[in-house]
């Protein structure tokens, strides 16, 4: 039996439907107060993580998956669970270091749990790109170098623990993605525009951290990816094969070739 | 003689206080269709480069200094002046290679031309920070635990031609600088803030780049920079000692105060 710990978005019912397709048997969990549009959901609270634990082995769960954007929650320690006692000065002590540090934390934590981890993109392989295009136009070469430059730079920050998102345009980095996210950043770049002159176009380049574990926080793309990134005045979007999800693909590819904006996958 | 190539901002005006009342003698140049609140100001074209550096020399300028926000203005070919022909195959080379390689480059071009480029920090030493607090209230643990990530941040990226400031809170990056600049930066943050949740609070660092000619776009903070931090909710300021421009010194000092946000320079 899996588990599906859903945050925001449509990434769990992507892998909920992924799964009810292949006939693999799971339960759906999420935060108190977040309903994913999903049939059967049991919530929990980050409090209550050591009774997650519990309640997890008692459903016969073995692999968990976690689907979703999920911020960090504001703890109530007057609510603490017993049975996560133990696990507070663990967490405690990474809560600090950054959002890969306490991801780690909690993977950590469930494996030694019993409960096996596994990534969006191990339950449903089909949702990572090939290396090469997407779209029907594939990239220029100016967008190929403002995509490789992007990666370098993403290269240098990801040790660390910063953005797995950049925007280079002709050469010139444009932002590069902290905490608020790819949207944000996106928004930052179309507000910044009327401001660059004569900078025009640019590419947006999604990759995983360097050695980052996909199995939490893995990067994302999808239809409205396209859309920020148009109003952002882009002309290309390049992520990394095999690490970066790409939700909706077919009305993605759509909505990109209708924005004449390039999708690609970089090595 | 000396002569000031004026940008956009306040510090032009600085400088030729500064050096009026030291008495140093000094002739003023602007880039045409800008006019900083000075008297008697010499126009020039970036096609008329070459130009320019004639007129320099012939006015018996000796040591030049670049000061003010300069954007890359738009290049009509079909202006050029035939004595700024030689630089043309020069600039176009370093045009796409960032802005730290384009401004080496024109220091390079005024050097071989007979000109002393003198950094602002060295016509006005007064200008820039020792290392400790600037206002009443010193940092506070938290706050210098901040502004050491995002000096570490900093130093990372600095190869790269990249920012010279960044935005942690609660050992959070919330934002590094791009070509938009430090107020673009500011006010992506204070956008950002309401969906950050928990993360309260924030330091704002600034430092030349690691190896940065400080001669050009040295950074730069005013009393504006403290009303945008505020903006942003961050309690904290800090400046590399000896290398960041500080404008409108008192008068920034009073507005940190009043918004209960420490200023300081760190080594």
């Keep these: 039996m899996r588990a599906l710990i859903a945050g925001k978005g449509n990434l ?28 059967q959901v049991d919530s929990f609270r980050v409090e209550g993580l050591g009774k997650l634990l519990r309640d ?4 016969g769960v073995t692999e968990v998956c976690f689907a979703g954007a999920m911020q960090r929650p504001p703890v109530d320690m007057s609510r603490l669970h017993p049975l996560s006692l133990p ?30 981890v596994r ?16 779209t029907p136009r594939g990239p ?28 280079v345009a002709g050469g010139l980095c444009l932002a590069i993605e902290t905490l608020p996210g790819t949207d944000a950043m996106l928004d930052f770049v179309a507000r910044a525009r009327p401001r660059l002159g004569r900078v025009g176009g640019g590419v947006l380049v999604k990759r995983a951290k360097p050695g980052q574990d996909l199995r939490i926080d893995m990067p994302t793309i999808g239809p409205d990816t396209v859309t920020a990134a148009a109003a952002a005045g882009l002309t290309g979007i390049a992520v990394e094969a095999g ?25």
């Excluded at 990534?119 to 997407?134: F, K, N, R, T, Y």
Aim: hydrophobic residues 50%; charged residues 25%; proline residues 8%.
């Design 12 to 39: 769990p019912l992507t892998l909920a439907a992924a799964m009810t397709k292949a006939g693999d048997p799971f339960r759906v969990y999420a935060p108190e107060g977040f309903a994913p549009d999903l049939p």
């Design 56 to 59: 997890l082995r008692k459903a």
């Design 87 to 116: 696990l507070v000065p663990r967490l405690m002590k990474v809560m600090g270091q950054g959002d890969d540090r306490l991801l780690r934390e909690v993977i950590a934590i469930f494996e030694e749990a019993g409960l096996r």
């Design 119 to 134: 990534g969006a993109h191990e339950i449903a392989p089909e949702l990572v790109l090939q290396a090469g295009p997407l």
């Design 140 to 167: 220029e070469t100016t967008e190929v170098a403002d995509a490789d430059r992007a990666a370098a730079i993403l290269a240098a920050v990801g040790p660390l623990d910063l953005g797995q998102g950049c925007v």
């Design 243 to 267: 690490k970066v999800l790409v939700l909706n693909r077919s009305v993605l590819r759509e909505r990109a070739k209708a924005a004449g904006i390039a999708v690609w996958a970089q090595p």
